[in-house]
């Protein structure tokens, strides 16, 4: 089972980056996929959400209304567009797979974990 994030990178503030989340090894159909991020210093924090199986979609506020996660069936794939970007989203993104509904925004309800990719936005 691997998880494969990518598209991070580095970028002015207001400017746009797409994140994506390639799933190999095994279905996620029945999963929810999630993107968390951490900042130097801080906590792993819950960024965005999608039940694979019906495409609902959570966000944290900090987010809500700047990014939109969505996903591709057909390549087992999963993005993070992220618009108005701002320094304070600055961080290595991680993508992550639940198998359960439970606290979806809780790190510790996910089974598997992407390599997490550096985002940089700068001032």
């Known amino acids: 089972v691997q998880l494969q994030a990518s598209g991070g990178g580095l970028v002015q503030s207001g400017g746009s980056l797409r994140l994506s989340c390639a799933a190999s090894?095994?279905?996620?159909?029945?999963?929810?996929m999630g993107w968390f991020r951490q900042a130097a210093g801080k906590e792993r924090e819950f960024v965005s959400a999608?039940?694979?199986?019906?495409?609902?979609?959570y966000y944290a506020d900090s987010v809500k209304g700047r990014f939109t996660i969505s996903r591709d069936n057909a390549k087992n794939t999963v993005y993070l567009q992220m618009n108005s970007l701002k320094p304070e989203d600055t961080a290595v993104y991680y993508c992550?797979?639940?198998?359960?509904?439970?606290?979806?925004?809780?790190?510790?309800?996910?089974?598997?974990w992407g390599q997490g990719t550096q985002v940089t936005v700068s001032s």
């Open positions: 992550a797979a639940s198998r359960t509904a439970v606290v979806i925004t809780s790190a510790a309800r996910y089974n598997y």
């Open positions: 090894g095994r279905t996620f159909r029945s999963y929810y």
């Open positions: 999608i039940n694979w199986s019906d495409g609902n979609t």
